[in-house]
């Protein structure tokens, strides 16, 4: 059976009511669509074409799931339905250098244009944010992060599921200043690999990494895209540190932390480029 991706952006995100459809498939990634606004039509919302922006959520779903959405959402081809579902480009990230097209998304019908406008537009193009609601995001851990006494030292107290994957053209490098004397960095390398995990968090529990990252001070989140085992695409944060100092060194312990983080599930198996230096 052949596999489609949809872009959720209401009522089948995380945290909605028809969020159960989609929550067994692949979540690829957080993403965002140009040239939508959205606009809330009292309990869910309607995304229809305009100089805006719509956040959601990017599933691998199979036709299957796909036929039951489209009776959900009353797409059946007609002129004088609600929802037409189109394809569309979804981005990853601000800079543009990740996006999938074809994915498909239920979007309002031109003809209601006049009518949905005098509705309130959500500005932000975020349903989660506009009803206060969390929403999912993936993230790749390649250091400490890895390591599940750490989460919940964190405040991850709930490990989330783990998914084995790579991050490839990288390597791992200790140049950031912290309390082990060099924590760990990404460094671009067209030969690299990153062993880690990707983690599905919410944007609240995210808020507890970055607290503990430093984010915006000693790291910056960045959208990487990685693979599993079995090549499948994922795009995820990653805390990245422009600010470095080669000067210094991990300490024993810190790079223990790590390999105990990836021999949960990893085995061995997999080392990432740059960590044998420092070994």
Not at 110 to 137: H, K, N, Q, T
Request: proline share 4%; net charge negative.
């Amino acid at each position: 059976m052949s596999r489609v991706y949809i872009f959720a952006y209401g009522s089948f995100r995380y945290g909605f009511e028809l969020h159960h459809l989609v929550k067994k498939h692949r979540f690829v990634g957080r993403g965002y669509v140009d040239g939508y606004e959205l606009y809330d039509l009292r309990g869910y919302p309607g995304a229809l074409k305009g100089d805006g922006v719509v956040v959601g959520e990017v599933y691998e779903i199979d036709e299957r799931t796909l036929r039951l959405m489209d009776e959900i959402e009353g797409f059946e081809g007609s002129e004088d339905e609600l929802f037409v579902r189109t394809s569309v480009r979804v981005y990853f990230d601000d800079r543009r250098k990740y996006y999938y097209d074809d994915v498909q998304m239920y979007a309002i019908n031109p003809s209601l244009e006049r009518e949905i406008r005098s509705r309130p537009r959500v500005e932000s193009g975020d349903y989660s944010a506009y009803m206060g609601m969390p929403s999912l995001i993936n993230y790749f851990a390649y250091a400490e992060n890895t390591n599940s006494i750490v989460l919940e030292e964190r405040g991850i107290n709930k490990i989330p599921r783990k998914i084995k994957v790579v991050l490839k053209g990288y390597e791992l490098t200790f140049n950031v200043p912290c309390q082990w004397g060099a924590c760990a960095n990404l460094r671009e390398n067209p030969a690299g690999v990153v062993c880690g995990y990707l983690y599905q968090l919410t944007d609240q529990e995210l808020k507890f990494l970055d607290k503990a990252e430093s984010n915006l001070i000693r790291y910056i989140k960045e959208v990487v895209r990685v693979e599993d085992p079995e090549g499948r695409e994922y795009f995820a944060y990653a805390y990245v540190s422009p600010t470095v100092d080669y000067n210094l060194k991990p300490t024993k312990d810190y790079i223990n932390l790590i390999l105990e983080g990836l021999n949960e599930e990893w085995k061995g198996s997999c080392i990432s480029t740059g960590l044998k230096e420092v070994m």
